[in-house]
């Protein structure tokens, strides 16, 4: 942010940008004799100054005033901030709401409060389309509903990515319109192209508002979503709708704040500022190809591809109830810089994300066994199966580090299960996604698989590509829980030496626990170093981008992705 003592030179240069920035420049040279003489001069006026007038702010206006003490950047900075210099084409420029006299004067005119154009990001096309919080506060009342359906058709037409910024409702229904139209059946005029754009762009948004009903309707289906921790926020129906409803006095941070929706997998990603959002907006594309039509693109190769790091040895404790960090792992396994975590703070040990190996994109599936030791929840379905389809359907192959002991049990996960429909029925609609999957899949075994869970896990693919570190662990069963309900008679009846005959039944397991007696009947092909993670992992996604991805894509450009993506 700028600092406060330059606040106003920083205005000032923000101002300046404006006018030399978005789009085509209209300043024409001292004597234009030809445009002087046009018999169309004026009505190329009338456009001109409308089009001047938008671009400027005004600082006397209500709108603007409100949306600079709230401490959020007005639109046309929002779109300065986020696209590459001087690529910003403005389309519907001088859409707006008029009023003339009888004689066809203009009384009153002030611009439409959502702006759309095409420009560049990272040296790639991108369709924007904006919120003006500043004028109505983003309500229907000062839209002009074709420019919003335009922009989501034209971004599909064009097959390239469509980044919204959203401030307010997004178009979304004022009751001032009754005063004047009547009421109405609610229509959501242009969510048959938002839906079918799910399956064929990458589609993106920033929350740096209040995101209010449509709005929050538009920020959620996405492939990707970030809020500005500092002035975001989202909800069905903002406080005065909620008091008269339900009786409830809240703020907007207490009904739908940044915490809360990050928390809870509604919004992807919290950072603090707006320039962070358009930084993760940024980095978040720069993975997916434009269009389910094309491969993902091939990063800068940075790194050396057969690097093997002596802290990935140890890593792993040898004792199984002591944790570790798997983001660590990443880290050191990834292209340096590489790793782009989505959803960091909800799913309950789900880690999902995308990194490069050697360049090339690739989807992340992993678990945080620090959080709930390994054992998958409903939320922490939901979050992996999303993933799994964002990859599949952009046709990102995925490496899973794989560390899962199962579902979530017991009675706490009994009771989440009423409530959330049965932890079993998203776990079953995770495996669904993991099965239905055609993208290239390598599974590194890290630790426990156990159960369903972990099976589906590693078990998804013909032929299923995986590895071992020395650390795995796995079976239809974790053996200490597994012994007690399969000595259970023996157990019971052991009395005092109870625990001394479970340590002598434990040791017999542990002598035909090594991952090596699994090697020895290829039920794994590799006991790897985790040094040679890397190496490994660089040369296998070599070889799906050079050999498989593009046949897939081929029968993807007849057939379309094999799911509809739904987030």
């Known amino acids: 942010m700028s600092d406060p003592e330059h606040k106003d030179d920083d205005v000032i240069r923000r101002l300046d940008l404006i006018k030399n920035h978005l789009g085509p420049k209209n300043s024409l040279s001292s004597v234009d004799e030809a445009y002087e003489k046009s018999e169309w001069k004026d009505i190329l006026d009338t456009v001109k100054g409308r089009r001047n007038k938008n671009r400027e702010p005004d600082n006397n206006n209500h709108g603007y005033v409100r949306q600079k003490t709230q401490g959020k950047l007005w639109v046309r900075e929002r779109i300065i901030a986020l696209v590459d210099k001087q690529t910003f084409r403005e389309i519907g420029s001088t859409a707006g709401n008029a009023k003339y006299d009888e004689k066809g004067n203009a009384l009153d005119y002030n611009p439409a409060n959502f702006i759309s154009g095409t420009a560049k990001v990272n040296q790639r096309d991108v369709v924007i389309a904006a919120d003006d919080f500043s004028i109505r506060a983003g309500h229907a009342d000062g839209a002009v509903w074709g420019k919003s359906l335009y922009t989501e058709q034209l971004a599909r037409k064009l097959k390239i990515p469509l980044i919204r910024l959203i401030d307010g409702s997004s178009g979304g229904g004022s009751v001032t319109l009754a005063l004047k139209n009547g009421t109405y059946l609610p229509p959501l005029i242009g969510m048959h192209d938002s839906i079918a754009s799910l399956s064929e762009i990458p589609v993106v948004a920033a929350a740096l508002g209040p995101t209010v009903g449509l709005g929050a309707a ?34 907007k941070q207490e009904l739908g704040g940044a915490l809360l929706h990050t928390s809870n997998g509604t919004i992807d990603n919290l950072v603090e500022t707006e320039e962070e959002c358009f930084e993760q907006i ?159 899949y390598f599974s590194v075994v890290l630790r426990k698989v156990f159960g369903v869970a972990g099976a589906a896990f590693v078990d998804n693919r013909i032929p299923n590509m995986r590895v071992a570190w020395p650390s795995g662990d796995w079976g239809s069963l974790p053996l200490e829980g597994g012994i007690y309900a399969a000595y259970k008679r023996e157990l019971d009846a052991a009395g005092e030496n109870r625990n001394k005959l479970y340590d002598s039944i434990l040791a017999q397991f542990e002598a035909v626990r090594s991952p090596v007696r699994t090697a020895e009947n290829f039920d794994i092909p590799e006991i790897i170093d985790p040094r040679h993670t890397r190496p490994i992992l660089c040369d296998w996604v070599r070889l799906m981008y050079e050999n498989i991805l593009p046949g897939r894509l081929e029968k993807v450009k007849v057939n379309g992705p094999k799911i509809l993506y739904r987030p």
């Open 218 to 251: 538009r920020a959620t289906l996405t492939h990707f979503s970030v809020m500005a921790g500092k002035v975001g926020s989202l909800f069905a129906a903002g406080p005065p709708v909620v008091a008269n409803a339900t009786y409830e006095t809240v703020t």
């Open 282 to 440: 940024r980095q978040f594309l720069s993975y997916l190809p434009n269009n389910t039509s094309s491969l993902p693109p091939r990063g800068p190769q940075n790194d050396i591809a057969d690097r093997c790091d002596d802290k990935l040895l140890d890593i792993i404790p040898k004792r199984r109830q002591r944790s570790y960090q798997v983001r660590d792992i990443l880290e050191l396994v990834l292209d340096q810089g590489s790793w782009f975590e989505i959803g960091e703070r909800w799913g309950e040990g789900a880690v999902c994300g995308f990194g490069r190996l050697n360049g090339y994109a690739v989807g992340i599936l992993a678990f945080d066994c620090s959080k709930t030791g390994s054992v998958i929840s409903t939320a922490g379905s939901q979050k992996f199966r999303r993933h799994i389809d964002l990859c599949e359907v952009f046709g990102l192959p995925i490496v899973n580090f794989a560390d899962y002991a199962g579902f979530t049990i017991g009675t706490k996960a009994e009771k989440e299960a009423y409530v959330y429909f049965c932890t079993i029925r998203h776990g079953s609609t995770l495996i669904a996604a993991l099965y239905q999957g055609d993208v290239p």
